[in-house]
């Protein structure tokens, strides 16, 4: 009968395999989602370090006096160069975001496949290949591998900009600080701002300013 054929366990035993099949994308559309809320998150902070480095440079073009300003050339090239890093990295962003998306959509599509398949194999009567959800996954691990590639090269985009940053400061504060004190410390870190700098008897410098 009809009945026995819809609950017998050959059939309940493909149902739970589709539906297993359907369910295996979620955890890389899960993935994917993360990635792209970290992203985005990124984005936002760029876009208000982007309006922050304006302003700075808008008070440093239009101030009158710029004699008084310890390294006034050097303020302005060195915000301009950050201006420069940071629109770079707002833009890698926006690619690696998109990436991410793509590759959201082929998983969506990927589980969409895997249950026209199923259907095509319990009904003869939709022509479906089963093989399409394979290439279609793999469009989208292609595309998560891009992003991730784009995440990666911003984010060494991001330490090349806090080490220029800390550069200026560094020598911002040896120009501006009592002698006494400037003389105590090296030129920047070992690894050109990415190690702690040492004062020249070898001590580390504390991690905050005040040695709290």
């Known amino acids: 009968m ?3 054929d819809v609950v017998s366990v050959s059939n ?3 149902i739970i395999e589709f539906l297993t099949a359907m369910v295996t994308p979620a955890l890389l559309i899960s993935a ?10 990124r984005l936002g902070r760029v876009v208000d370090r982007v309006r922050a480095l304006e302003d700075r440079l808008s008070a440093l073009i239009y101030v009158e006096n710029k004699e008084s300003i310890p390294l006034y050339e050097k303020r302005v090239e060195v915000v301009v160069d950050l201006l420069d890093k940071v629109t770079t990295r707002s833009r890698i962003l926006q690619r690696g975001m998109g990436a991410f998306y793509y590759g959201l959509m082929f ?8 249950a026209l398949a199923g259907f095509a194999g319990a009904y003869q009567w939709l022509p479906f290949p089963r093989w399409v959800p394979i290439p279609i996954g793999v469009v989208g691990i292609m595309f ?9 090269r911003e984010t ?6 806090v080490n220029a940053e800390m550069d200026f400061t560094w020598e911002l504060a040896r120009k501006v600080a009592p002698h006494d004190v400037a003389v ?17 008897d070898g001590r580390k410098i504390p991690d905050t300013f005040g040695g709290e």
């Not at 998560?144 to 990666?152: T, V």
């Not at 105590?184 to 020249?200: F, N």
């Open 156 to 161: 060494r985009m991001a330490t090349a900009t």
């Open 144 to 152: 998560l591998f891009y992003g991730s590639i784009l995440m990666l």
């Open 32 to 41: 994917t989602g993360s990635l792209v809320l970290s992203t985005s998150t």
């Open 2 to 4: 009809a009945t026995d």
């Open 12 to 14: 309940l035993n493909t």
């Open 107 to 114: 998983f969506i599509m990927t589980s969409v496949s895997i």
């Open 184 to 200: 105590k410390y090296k030129t920047q870190g070992r690894q050109r701002g990415m190690g702690l700098a040492r004062i020249k």
